[in-house]
Nanobody, 123 residues
Framework: QVQLVESVGGLVQAGVSLRLSCAASGRTFNIYAIGWFRQAPGKEREFVAAISWSAGTTYYTDSVKGRFTISRDNAKYTVYLQMNSLKPEDTAVYYC????????????????WGQGTQVTVSS
């Protein structure tokens, strides 16, 4: 099993940037893709971005394309989510997941979840 630890989010103003990290440990040798999801109050958890571990192929939900960038550091088993031009609607608890599949269609999470980190964007 893979364990994930996310960095602390924060309270920021609209338009600024924030970077989240997700560090994996444990059975990391069979990671296929790691991704980020988020859950806003009263809403279902939704896919944000994912990256395949070997090829580094990236996938994004439409609402963050051009603003968010997902990347990985294979040596550190860490995935980053660089969030630029943040908007109030990006406010949510962000979770990373160790096994994201179906990125070409409907991404779904099958692996371990991180503890979640709160990102709040004020207008």
């Amino acid at each position: 099993q893979v364990q994930l630890v996310e960095s602390v989010g924060g309270l920021v103003q609209a338009g600024v940037s924030l970077r989240l990290s997700c560090a994996a440990s444990g059975r990391t040798f069979n990671i296929y893709a790691i991704g980020w999801f988020r859950q806003a109050p009263g809403k279902e958890r939704e896919f944000v971005a994912a990256i395949s571990w070997s090829a580094g192929t990236t996938y994004y939900t439409d609402s963050v394309k051009g603003r968010f960038t997902i990347s990985r550091d294979n040596a550190k088993y860490t995935v980053y989510l660089q969030m630029n031009s943040l908007k109030p609607e990006d406010t949510a608890v962000y979770y990373c997941n160790s096994d994201v599949r179906g990125m070409a269609g409907t991404p779904r999470a099958f692996g371990s979840w991180g503890q979640g980190t709160q990102v709040t964007v004020s207008s």
